[in-house]
């Protein structure tokens, strides 16, 4: 650990990054700047260390000046009236879920950075070519990422090894591992979940589809959520659900639900959530069972594909000239690859920067952070999400059906002919 803390203040001391010549880009006088986060309170004490370390060591006068204002919907809301309030409302810096960037690329809310990087040499290709596409718009760099995660499923793995039970690789596999991994009490009400959706957010499932066939949005700018696929994936998960086997947490408090029933009452054996909620994970459940994470099945057991979730950030394009070139340097440090791992090891996210692996601070975290292994090793099957910029107001019409379907008993066909025209008219309405 005291290896990764001064990997990490050597990085910090060389975090001022300086152009070969002058540019309009450089910081030329003292300034402060707001960079307004959606982290909440677990967070505060990495978030401040290393923004504390960066205005104490910059060299520049830069102050950033962290402001927490929310959820990701929250800071989404309110960055979108400053932008179109102007200069003077806007921040210089803004964190925003990794769903957004197309849309803001859309409406020209960001400020394109491949004039900084060029200016600053700075070495963008090495976050690879998943997360530089989640992050661009129409070729342009808008943002960068530095708090990433992927779609998985957390499981009981002690239970999983003492009841031999095994994880599906594909979607085939998934009734014979939910008769095996659900437990009912006698009176037949289900004593433990096979597996619990985050229905709060369709990011957490929907690979359930996506990996199987099923396109909320496809490339050519209409929808095939209502596909004989689709109808059969849907019609199964409500069969599960029906039979106990599965529960779809949707609503006020689904998220805490999910959890407790997973950390406190074991009382689902596995859940679909983010990696970047392996640290939590683990910490809750203390010394009860091992946690396993894995991949969400498929069609053929090989093909696995996630999508890139976590955090992006970005400058606004309303911001004035001085302090988008204050948080350019911030962004630059931000997203080195030694904050990146800092980041990373405090967080539950996972490393996005390919020069990080292979360093001895990177064994040394996997060493302790053995379960996070496999899913990095296999960072190439992370995918960047959908860039439609209507594909986020889609996928929730989409998320809403299903759980009127899941929870409510509204009929699958109709429902889903119905969600194709609600989403084909968000389409044509671009």
């Not at 109808?231 to 409500?238: D, G, L, P």
């Not at 859940?271 to 010394?287: F, L, N, R």
């Not at 929730?396 to 009929?411: C, D, G, M, S, V």
């Amino acid at each position: 650990m005291k290896k990764l803390l001064a990997f990490v203040l050597a990085a910090i001391m060389l975090c001022s990054m300086v152009p070969a010549m002058a540019t309009e880009y450089d910081v030329t006088e003292p300034i402060t700047i707001k960079w307004w986060h959606a982290h909440e309170s677990s967070f505060d004490e990495h978030l401040n260390y290393i923004v504390s370390k960066f205005n104490a060591e910059n060299g520049m006068g830069i102050t950033v000046e962290p402001v927490y204002i929310g959820s990701y919907t929250e800071i989404n809301t309110q960055f979108i009236a400053a932008a179109a309030a102007g200069t003077g409302t806007v921040p210089a810096l803004v964190t925003c879920n990794t769903s957004y960037p197309a849309g803001y690329g859309k409406d020209g809310l960001c400020e394109v950075l491949d004039p900084y990087i060029d200016a600053y040499e700075y070495d963008v290709e090495d976050f690879g070519e998943g997360l530089i596409a989640s992050t661009s718009y129409e070729d342009e760099q808008i943002a960068l990422p530095y708090l990433i995660s992927t779609q998985c499923i957390f499981y009981d793995k002690t239970s999983a090894e003492a009841e031999g039970i095994t994880i599906p690789k594909t979607f085939a596999e998934m009734d014979a591992f939910l008769e095996k991994a659900t437990l009912f009490n006698e009176d037949g009400t289900t004593k433990r979940y096979g597996i619990v959706f985050g229905g709060w957010d369709y990011w957490y499932y929907e690979m359930f589809y996506k990996n199987n066939g099923v396109q909320c949005v496809l490339p050519d700018g209409t929808t095939d959520v209502n596909s004989p696929k689709a109808v059969e994936i849907t019609a199964k998960i409500k069969e599960w659900i029906d039979k106990g086997y599965a529960y779809y947490a949707y609503g006020t408090g689904a998220s805490t639900n999910m959890r407790e029933l997973f950390w406190t009452d074991r009382g689902a054996f596995s859940v679909c959530h983010t990696t970047s909620m392996y640290d939590t994970y683990v910490s809750k459940v203390g010394d009860k069972f091992e946690v396993g994470m894995a991949w969400q099945p498929n069609s053929d057991g090989e093909s696995f594909k996630s999508e890139v979730g976590g955090s992006a950030i970005l400058i606004p394009a309303a911001a004035s000239q001085a302090e988008k070139n204050a948080a350019w340097q911030f962004l630059m440090y931000l997203c080195t690859p030694e904050v990146n791992l800092y980041w990373a090891d405090k967080t539950g996210y996972f490393p996005t920067r390919q020069s990080v692996q292979g360093t001895p601070e990177y064994e040394e975290y996997l060493s302790r952070k053995p379960a996070m292994a496999d899913i990095v090793a296999m960072a190439g099957w992370i995918n960047p999400r959908n860039q439609n910029p209507a594909y986020d107001a889609c996928a929730n019409l989409w998320r809403t059906a299903l759980y009127e379907i899941f929870n409510n008993n509204a009929p699958i066909q109709e429902t889903l002919d119905q969600l194709a025209v609600e989403i084909q008219e968000t389409l044509d309405d671009q």
